[in-house]
């Protein structure tokens, strides 16, 4: 049956790497392998290319929990020792490219997106294996090669020689939750701005659960990378503007979402120091962000929502968390497949919800929720979430996932969120 295969699948592709963790030592230098693809396609069809693979001087990951367990991500990636085929790291991540997917304009042309993925640099020659998540859940691979880590026409370029500031040091990066961020539209002289405005942002983040209760296990870097212009592009308003990661608004035209499709050089920025999460902050007094799974989250500085707004995306970024509203305009559309389960740890279809935060909500409370007074503050299943009004639930009337009035997360997204700084941190 449909209805569980979800649950099946994720199952049977993460259970088998759940008896025990892999050898880092063994296996990996402390350094970075990054294999930068292209994913390219429309509605119907995708095809991934690879571009180039880089050394990078830091692993900023956990040093134990290098499988992945969470099952977590629209595409997943293995690496299996070629000698042993033993399967030694693996993430999930999402991407720009499948968001675009969805819209409207992907029925009509083909488009081509940048796409990065970093793991542990390795000491002998690994198969790297690329997977999409389809709409039912299961899964299907779009590239297998094998890479030598030996191989002479690996880049191993020096990174940027820009400045690099630990504004919140809590231990080495191997045991830490490392949210690192960049400058974008952020010109030389805007430098102390900049590192003002990162320690802004790591204050508002550490005051705000479960963040304040982990705060023992985050570090919080800085990478002082100019940019030739201040802001960002706002297309709408014909301004176009040099910077060091061309970010833009109107993403999708959508005027809020502020997006970039220069991952290369986002990465080849964030490659200065450690990082779990890479977090892009664009020097502006304009509303708006955006934030992608294992990829990266990005948000103003100046506009007074601006704190709400970054902590949002990186909910999104770095928890895996989903949208809980569905009556702002977006531009996907039929994001979620009603009869799956999504992967998502905060919305649910009811599929399976035995696998979501059933255990948050007392037997007293119906399923689904009434949006009422008597449940405003109680852990529930609201119908609306996802972008869609009808079939998707979330786990609250109102959460930082949903809108930048709440008070803060849920208890379901801060059990997440919880759950990934365990996971990054054992």
Aim: hydrophobic residues 35%; aromatic residues 12%; charged residues 25%.
């Amino acid at each position: 049956m449909r209805t569980v295969i979800f649950g099946i699948i994720s199952y049977l592709l993460f259970a088998a790497c759940s008896n025990a963790q892999t050898d880092f030592d063994k296996y990996f230098e402390n350094q970075s392998m990054r294999v930068d693809l292209i994913l390219g396609g429309n509605k119907h069809m995708q095809s991934v290319y690879l571009l180039e693979i880089k050394q990078e001087p830091f692993w900023g990951g956990s040093i134990n929990n290098l499988v992945d367990e969470l099952g977590y991500g629209e595409y997943h990636f293995t690496i299996r020792n070629k000698e042993s085929d033993e399967l030694i790291y693996s993430r999930g991540f999402c991407t720009l490219f499948e968001e675009w997917r969805t819209t409207e304009e992907a029925k009509s042309i083909n488009k081509a997106f940048y796409q990065t993925v970093t793991f542990p640099y390795p000491k002998e020659e690994v198969i790297f294996t690329l997977n999409e998540r389809r709409k039912d859940g299961s899964y299907n691979a779009l590239l297998t090669m094998v890479i030598n880590p030996d191989d002479t026409n690996i880049r191993k370029e020096k990174v940027p020689d820009y400045e690099v500031v630990k504004l919140v040091d809590n231990g080495e990066p191997a045991n830490m939750v490392d949210l690192t961020f960049i400058a974008e539209g952020y010109q030389l002289d805007e430098m102390d701005k900049f590192k003002a405005d990162v320690k802004r942002m790591a204050d508002y983040i550490l005051s705000m659960e479960p963040y304040k209760s982990q705060q023992h296990k985050i570090n919080f870097w800085a990478v002082c990378s100019p940019s030739i212009d201040s802001e960002a592009d706002n297309p709408r308003r014909d301004k176009w503007v040099n910077t060091a990661v061309n970010s833009s608004f109107n993403t999708f035209y959508i005027d809020r979402y502020l997006e970039t499709g220069d991952v290369i050089s986002i990465r080849d920025i964030a490659a200065c120091a450690p990082y779990d999460h890479i977090c892009v902050l664009v020097n502006s007094d304009k509303y708006g962000g955006g934030g992608i799974y294992n990829h990266f989250s990005i948000g103003t500085s100046d506009h007074p929502s601006a704190r709400e707004v970054m902590l949002h995306e990186i909910g999104h970024g770095f928890g895996g968390l989903a949208d809980e509203y569905y009556t702002s305009d977006v531009a996907y559309q039929n994001f979620f497949d009603l009869n799956v389960e999504p992967w998502q740890p905060n919305i649910t279809t009811l599929v399976n919800f035995d696998s979501k935060w059933k255990h948050l909500v007392d037997p007293s409370t119906p399923i689904p929720t009434p949006v009422s007074k008597k449940y405003e503050d109680v852990s529930g299943v609201f119908e609306g979430g996802g972008y869609v009004e009808k079939g998707v639930y979330r786990p609250a009337v109102n959460c930082r996932m949903k809108t930048n009035e709440a008070e803060g997360f849920c208890p379901a997204c801060q059990a997440a969120l919880t759950k990934m700084i365990e996971f990054v941190t054992d």
